[in-house]
Every structure is written in structure tokens, then in C-alpha cells.
């Protein structure tokens, strides 16, 4: 595969990246009709590990002890934890201002990478983020009102995206031997049983039998797990290896706009301000990624 192609198929994965997660927030918000966020967080978890043993269950042979830790660190840090925070902190604010503040990933990413993984970073990768963190907040200004009572539910989603920050760096660090689908499952491996045996010592089947939005409820948070995490894991997880953690984890800038679709869908308008911090967000997207072409260019 030339080095073109490559690229274009990289872009194209992360576009569909941004799709898929830039739509949990709204599937997030469905779901709490008739789940708990523990529910919803946990539900999740267990059908993107079923899903992904169905489909990979022989890459278990590649388990070793020295990927243990790590291995949980993902498991943990990158679904486990997140799945829990997010749906918790969109039962108190608009789902729109939470997929706004996922965008600070790639901020702490760039913060961890250098503290703690020696990362190195130039300008343009720093100059990129803080555009397209930038072009976020400008997004979140014209429509979203916070509720002073409410704001505690704002550290909810940043300590999610923290545990993102660390998990790609600790994949990027010390799992690179290990491939997008195998890394899937097994750090899902520490966290699906015991999310599964979670789910089924609440009311989760009393709401199933007596619930009537129950069922539509479940398709969604299904889609979460088999979509949002397995199968978005496996694509997040290929970027990591075969570009960068920096660029892989750009994609959360897209996920703003993305939200902000699902709401025109919803009967929202768009205005001038809207477009203004979608292409700021494009353009920090674009400043990071030039790093990693300037350096394989020149490598």
C-alpha cells in the first residue's frame, strides 16, 4: 500500500470515527429513558466485550503477563470509567455541552504524553490543538446555558476525557506490538465480565419486562457498545498504531460537529457563529496532522 493510499485511508477512518462517537451523546440521552447511566455505562461495556469475543476470541492466546497492567490501564481508563461519567453527567446537561468538553483529549494527551511518556511534540501539534479547542469552546458560546447548581457535572466528562488522555498514551506507549483488534479485546477482557454480572444485579430485567420503551431504550445503548466501543475501539485503536496518539485523538474535535448535526436533525438551527467554530475545529484537526506528514516526510 503506497504511502497515498495510506493516508486517504486513514482520513476516511477517522471520519468515521467522528460519525460514530460524534452520535453517542444523542444515543446516550435515548437510552436514560429507561436506564440508570450505570446501567447505560455498564450495558455497554459488556456488549462491546461480547461482541468483540464473538469475533476475536482466539487472539486471547496472545495474552501476556507483562501487557496485564497496561492492558487494564485501557481496559479501565479507556471504556470502563468514561462509559460511566459520561451518561452520569448528561442526566444534568445538555449533551451537546458534554460532547463539546470530550474535545479537551487531545489537549490532555499532548499534557500526559510529555509529562509522563516523554513525548515529543512541536509547535504545530500544540498550535493545533489549542485552534481547534478554540473552535469548541466558540461552539458551546451561542446556545448552551449552564446551570450554576449543575456545574459540578461539568468535571464529569474532563475527568473522562483524562482517563481517554492517559489510556492513549499508555496504548501508544506499550501496546504497539500488539494489533487494534487484539488490544479490543483483551483490555476489554478485565472489565466485560464483571460490567455483565454488574448489570444483571439491578433492575435491568424488571425494566425489560415492564418497560414499554425498554426495548428501543436497549437498541440504542446496543449500538453504543457494538458500534461506539468494539467496532470504533478496533478503528481507534488502528490510528493509534499506524499514525500517531495525537492524531487519532484529534478526532474528538469532530465530534462537536457531528452532535451538532444530530441536532439540526432535531429541529435546531445553525447559525453564522456555528460555522465559524466548525472550521476552526477542521483547521486545528489539520495543524496537528502536519506534524506527523512533516516528520515521515523528512524521516
Known amino acids: 500500500m ?9 482520513w476516511a477512518l477517522f471520519a468515521l470515527l467522528a460519525l460514530i462517537w460524534g452520535s453517542s451523546f444523542i444515543l446516550m440521552k435515548y437510552g ?5 447511566y450505570s446501567q447505560i455505562g455498564m450495558i455497554r461495556v459488556s456488549l462491546a466485550f461480547w461482541f468483540t469475543f464473538i469475533i476475536a476470541f482466539r487472539r486471547l492466546r496472545f495474552l501476556r503477563k507483562k501487557d496485564i497492567l ?3 490501564v485501557v481496559g479501565l481508563l479507556g471504556n470502563a470509567i468514561p462509559y460511566l461519567l459520561f451518561p452520569l453527567a448528561v442526566t444534568k446537561l445538555d449533551s451537546g455541552l458534554v460532547g463539546i468538553l470530550n474535545s479537551l483529549v487531545p489537549l490532555f494527551t499532548l499534557i500526559i504524553g510529555v509529562l509522563f511518556y516523554k513525548a515529543k511534540v512541536g509547535i504545530p501539534s500544540v498550535v493545533g490543538i489549542l485552534i481547534g479547542l478554540a473552535g469548541a469552546v466558540w461552539l458551546l458560546i451561542p446556545g448552551i446555558e449552564i446551570d450554576p447548581t449543575k456545574l459540578q457535572y461539568g468535571a464529569l466528562p474532563i475527568l473522562a476525557t483524562l482517563c481517554y488522555a492517559i489510556s492513549i ?9 500488539l494489533d487494534s483488534l487484539t488490544i479490543t479485546l483483551l483490555s476489554l477482557l478485565f472489565v466485560g465480565i464483571p460490567a455483565t454480572i454488574y448489570v444483571f444485579t439491578t433492575d435491568f430485567v ?11 431504550s436497549l437498541s440504542y445503548v446496543a449500538i453504543l457498545g457494538i458500534v461506539g466501543s468494539s467496532l470504533a475501539v ?3 485503536n488502528y490510528l493509534i498504531k499506524n499514525t500517531d ?20 436533525v432535531d ?30 516526510k523528512n524521516s
Open 32 to 36: 436514560l429513558q429507561s436506564f440508570s
Open 2 to 10: 503506497n504511502e497515498s493510499t495510506k493516508n486517504w485511508q486513514a
Open 267 to 296: 429541529g435546531e438551527n445553525i447559525g453564522i457563529d456555528h460555522v465559524f467554530g466548525m472550521g476552526a475545529i477542521l483547521l486545528g484537526v489539520y495543524v496537528v496532522n502536519a506534524r506527523r506528514k512533516y516528520r515521515e
Open 245 to 264: 496518539s495525537l492524531f487519532a485523538s484529534s478526532v474528538t474535535y469532530l465530534i462537536p460537529l457531528v452532535a451538532l448535526i444530530w441536532g439540526v
Open 169 to 177: 498514551n499508555t496504548l501508544s506507549s506499550w501496546l504497539k506490538h
Open 234 to 236: 478496533i478503528i481507534f
Open 206 to 216: 424488571s425494566v425489560m419486562q415492564t418497560d414499554d420503551k425498554a426495548w428501543i
Open 70 to 72: 497496561p492492558l487494564l
